[in-house]
């Protein structure tokens, strides 16, 4: 039996950090092994709406510099989360919704503008080989595909069957059709993307998102992180607690998808004896010897030896992943 031939993403620039996510690996902590997945989970989750795949596809999630990557088959892509400029093939194209990209056209997400993490998006989604039911990339175990280089490549999936919502020569935006003299005009191997009678049967390039606005959540001004006390708050004086509720923080530039690390004042432990390591969570606020709290994200550690003050709700953590270094930042009781 004769198989498809694999159609792939050809990275031509890396930026600082771009890496494959999707939903993560939640169930196996108990073997030492953390979630990871997209930090900024919601935006991961639009962005796969908006090309019509299932909200866990695996999208590229790049960090502050953007990336730039090239398909060797015709594709329908959004780029996401943090807003930054998009390019296809040197021309701008829409940021935060659906365009096509033909084969061997260069698709740019530039520096962020706003944010910190940007996410692309394939129709289809991306195909790197699983490893325990993910394909996202964790940084400190090292487990699912490397961070991503220049000349590397990523196997694209093949993509639904189109439901043709766009019109001939596609739309970037409410209202906004790609024509002639148009800055998104992408040329005849886009046009032959468009709807199905147009389409010859090696021409699927999946199914865009009705147009319409779509409400991108902004990077945030202020980070607002709500807290479980516990199971460790014991070990703080009460003073310390206080600060840690009261207190303005700012996010260091130390901070990675391991933990989002604080720049402020230090908490004072009542106990200072050594804490056996004992199992730690997403969001997790842990606290080092130099008192300052670190948030642990996705591919935070299974267990820690640092007493840990709290724990942020998970639905604050989308944030966590936007928010800049020097960006103010404040624990409020959940």
Request: aromatic share 4%.
């Amino acid at each position: 039996m004769t198989s498809t031939p694999a159609a792939y993403l050809h990275v031509v620039r890396s930026g600082a950090l771009t890496t494959v996510q999707d939903a993560g690996r939640p169930g196996w902590a108990h073997l030492g092994v953390g979630r990871s997945g997209a930090l900024d989970a919601p935006a991961a989750r639009l962005a796969n709406r908006l090309v019509g795949n299932p909200p866990g596809a695996a999208v590229l999630e790049t960090t502050l510099t953007g990336c730039a990557v090239r398909p060797d088959r015709p594709v329908v892509a959004v780029v996401g989360g943090a807003g930054c400029p998009v390019r296809v093939g040197g021309r701008p194209v829409a940021w935060g919704e659906p365009v096509r990209v033909p084969a061997g056209a260069v698709l740019e997400a530039g520096p962020a503008v706003t944010g910190l993490r940007s996410y692309l998006a394939f129709a289809g989604g991306l195909e790197p080989d699983a490893v325990l039911g993910s394909r996202s990339a964790d940084l400190l175990s090292g487990l699912g595909p490397a961070p991503l280089g220049a000349g590397d490549t990523v196997p694209l999936g093949d993509p639904a069957k189109p439901s043709d919502p766009v019109e001939p020569g596609g739309l970037v935006g409410p209202s906004r059709p790609v024509g002639p003299g148009s800055a998104v005009e992408l040329g005849d191997s886009a046009k032959r993307c468009g709807p199905a009678k147009r389409r010859g049967p090696a021409e699927r390039c999946g199914p865009p998102a009705a147009a319409g606005p779509v409400p991108w959540p902004g990077a945030p001004v202020e980070l607002v992180l709500p807290v479980h006390l516990g199971p460790r708050h014991d070990w703080f004086t009460a003073p310390a607690l206080r600060t840690l509720l009261t207190a303005d923080y700012r996010v260091s530039p130390h901070s990675n998808r391991i933990g989002l690390r604080t720049e402020g004042p230090a908490l004072e432990r009542s106990r200072t004896e050594e804490l056996p390591s004992e199992g730690v969570v997403l969001g997790a606020i842990q606290v080092p010897p130099d008192g300052r709290p670190v948030v642990f994200l996705h591919d935070h550690p299974t267990t820690g030896g640092y007493p840990v003050v709290g724990v942020v709700a998970e639905r604050a953590l989308a944030g966590a992943a936007q928010a800049v270094p020097g960006t103010r930042l404040r624990f409020v009781r959940a």
